[in-house]
């Protein structure tokens, strides 16, 4: 089994190089998705930035509500 998977990706990783030369690409293509990947990586850096914000807000908010619980905790042991 392991040695036909080998012989199958052998002749799959050869066949690559070969389709690969015969591809015509214009340099505008190549130029236009350069852009869009551009464009991609910086909307996704965007959402990566908004998404942490977020989770830093979350954490603050966390982090304040589990003081005020110890607060009231402690006061209602005062009390009893």
């Known amino acids: ?10 002749s799959q990783h050869a066949m690559l ?3 690969c030369a015969g591809l015509k690409v214009s340099p ?3 130029q236009a998705e350069l852009e869009r990947t551009r464009l ?6 965007t959402a990566r930035a908004a998404v ?14 589990n003081s005020e619980l110890l607060f009231l905790r402690g006061q209602s042991q005062k009390r009893n």
Do not use: N
């Open 1 to 10: 089994m392991g040695a036909a998977g080998m012989l199958w990706y052998a």
């Open 17 to 19: 190089p070969a389709q």
């Open 28 to 30: 505008d293509g190549v």
């Open 40 to 45: 991609a990586l910086a909307q996704e850096s």
């Open 52 to 65: 942490q914000k977020a989770a830093d807000a979350s954490a603050a908010d966390a982090s304040r509500l």
